[in-house]
């Protein structure tokens, strides 16, 4: 990774081992940065404070190399990234105003996209997931990872049948509760519907009656217009020398065709004024038929108004226009159906709910039994690992049991609580000696035991379902002397399968590395490019003193560092 103006790191690039990494330095010189900086790769939140004081935006890029047919690559080529050589490149910009952007083999894509891949490439733990870890629900999570598709399968139909139940159960509560209601609705659309229905208003009947009332209001001023328009056009019989349009284009027509013959241009004059005759004609005739037909009959305007006054009682309640009033009647009808049919609902309901919490009892009971033969092998697996980590006696063991709830469904003969995942309720307990009851490890593992066992449960896990990186933030915390070797020891088994990577402070872990990174700052605060940097030799067994005794000369220290990283080496 390269990292740039990211906390108190100006620039920096950190080259990790394929095998075992281990961070080391002071404490603030920005270990931690290493994490952030992985973090950010794999679309964690971005944060303006993480910019570094005086710059535009922090950068990190990193190079991953994935597996060909790794789910992440597949995912990555979707979204257009190109790969190279075998590696994907990823980068993160965050400006200090809070803004963050990704790219990801070229592409820019959405940080999202960059979530989607972590679950593939790394697994990262510090403290704050030793907590999480606490958490009875985060226990419930890791057994069913470690169980793989023999617990997923079920929980699959699990919880498809519990969100159905819960969809069926909040639709009858509704209907039931709301009783009254949805009565008073349906006696609104009752009389709604009943009302429309008596008036019987056709479709865009409101705009025809709107234009025939126009023209009944107004009956002789339009027939006075269209008779006069008409004498004008075809001439008044009762005033035989009046000139009249058609007459005038017929002389103009008779005049051009006495010469004719003698010039095509005006020949086609001539037969233009002709077309202009047949249509002055045309007009004429409809004008008169128009003055003939117009009804002037009061009455029928009369008629018109009260019919336009009880469609406009429609528009007031239903609609704007009555194609809108026909619309809100169908849609009502529809509703009203749906209404009247509560009884029937509430009985088809009520069958499908009782089929349902059935249904989800024998899943529950299955999920249950899949856990717990799970649950076995897990704390076996675990409580090996502690045998490894100076934790010989240390015994792990998973209890599954459930809550009692008068209104839950009915599993192994008993009411019990459920919820999304199950009736389940998950306990990883621990009796860290021979004689000592289990108990949660919340309340009976110290900080350096449940350091332990985080990392006994991810070794588990990196045998049932690997990730090519893990990174480990100060998860040896409260750990020290023999456990503190084994811890190391262990990591560095771990390595031999994947790629681990340990931001520490203790020189026992550090010492099984094969790659220690000393992260440094410079006189004025800042971690430059070349203030990470690769220990080896005699640079190594000296941050191994600093780490030992805080004297990076003294003779014992270094004596002391040496032997570690003898005994180590003698080891992997």
Same mark, same amino acid.
């Given at each position: ?20 990494t ?20 794999l679309?964690?939140?971005a ?5 570094? $004081? ?17 789910? =992440?690559?597949?995912? =990555? ?12 490149? $990823? ?61 997923a ?22 209907i ?34 709107? #234009?025939?009332?126009e023209?009944l ?16 056009l075809?001439?008044n ?14 002389g ?8 004719? #013959? ?41 008629a ?5 006054? =009880? ?20 849609d ?13 609902? $509430?009985g088809?309901?009520? /069958? ?13 009971q299955a ?5 717990g ?14 045998a490894?980590? =100076?934790?010989?006696?240390?015994r ?25 995942s ?15 009851p289990?108990?949660?490890? /919340?309340?009976? #593992? ?12 991810e070794v588990?896990?990196a ?12 998860v ?7 456990a ?23 020189p ?25 940097k ?14 030992l ?7 014992? #220290? ?15």
């Amino acid at each position: 990774m390269r990292i740039r103006s990211l906390g108190v790191i100006d620039d920096a690039v950190v080259e990790l081992s394929p095998g075992f990494t281990a961070v080391t330095g002071e404490t603030g010189a920005g270990k931690t940065m290493v994490v952030t900086s992985l973090g950010l790769l794999l679309g964690g939140r971005a944060d303006a404070a993480l910019v570094r $004081i005086g710059a535009k935006s922090a950068v990190v890029e990193g190079r991953v190399k994935v597996p060909a047919e790794a789910s =992440a690559v597949v995912r =990555a080529e979707e979204a257009g990234a190109e790969l190279d050589d075998g590696a994907l490149l $990823i980068s993160r910009t965050v400006s200090a105003e809070g803004r963050s952007r990704a790219h990801l083999g070229g592409r820019s894509v959405p940080v999202g996209l960059l979530g989607e891949l972590a679950d593939d490439l790394v697994a990262v733990h510090g403290q704050t997931d030793q907590q999480g870890l606490l958490k009875p629900a985060r226990q419930r999570q890791a057994l069913d990872r470690y169980a793989g598709d023999a617990v997923a399968v079920p929980l699959a139909k699990y919880t498809a049948a519990y969100r159905r139940f819960r969809a069926v159960d909040t639709e009858l509560e509704e209907i039931t509760t709301r009783a009254r209601e949805r009565a008073q609705e349906a006696d609104l659309l009752r009389f709604g519907i009943e009302e429309i229905a008596g008036v019987e208003p056709r479709a865009g009947e409101d705009v025809e009656l709107a #234009a025939e009332a126009e023209r009944l209001g107004h009956a002789e001023a339009l027939a006075s217009a269209a008779t006069a328009a008409h004498s004008a056009l075809a001439g008044n019989p009762e005033d035989p020398e009046g000139v009249d349009a058609t007459l005038l284009v017929g002389g103009a027509q008779r005049a051009l065709d006495a010469v004719r #013959a003698h010039d095509p241009a005006l020949a086609a004059l001539g037969e233009r004024i002709g077309e202009i005759g047949i249509l002055l004609s045309d007009v004429a005739g409809e004008l008169a038929g128009y003055a003939d037909d117009l009804d002037a009959d009061p009455l029928r305007l009369a008629a018109v108004e009260e019919r336009r006054a =009880a469609l406009a009682q429609l528009t007031r309640k239903y609609g704007e226009t009555i194609d809108a009033v026909l619309a809100w009647a169908e849609d009502s009808a529809t509703r009203l159906t749906e209404l009247e049919g509560d009884d029937e609902r $509430i009985g088809e309901l009520t /069958a499908e709910r009782d089929a349902l919490r059935g249904e989800l009892a024998g899943l529950a009971q299955a999920l249950t039994d899949a856990r717990g033969e799970a649950a076995e092998r897990f704390a076996a697996a675990v409580t090996a690992e502690l045998a490894s980590l =100076a934790m010989p006696h240390a015994r792990v063991s998973i209890a599954i049991g459930q809550s009692e709830d008068p209104s839950g469904i009915e599993v192994g003969g008993r009411a019990v609580a459920y919820g999304p995942s199950g009736v389940d309720e998950v306990e990883l307990l621990l009796a860290p000696h021979p004689g000592a009851p289990p108990r949660p490890i /919340a309340k009976g #593992a110290s900080g350096g035991e449940l350091s332990r066992v985080m990392l006994a449960v991810e070794v588990v896990f990196a045998g049932s379902d690997p990730v090519p990186t893990y990174l480990f933030d100060e998860v040896d915390a409260g750990v020290g002397g023999k456990a503190a070797v084994e811890v190391g020891r262990r990591l560095a088994r771990l390595a031999r399968s994947a790629q681990v990577v340990v931001v520490t402070h203790l020189p026992q872990v550090a010492a099984f590395a094969d790659r220690q990174l000393l992260v440094e700052k410079t006189n004025d605060g800042s971690v430059t490019r070349s203030g990470v940097k690769v220990l080896e030799g005699e640079e190594r067994v000296r941050e191994l003193s600093r780490m030992l005794a805080g004297q990076e000369d003294s003779e014992t #220290a270094r004596a002391h560092a040496e032997e570690l990283l003898a005994a180590a080496r003698v080891e992997s």
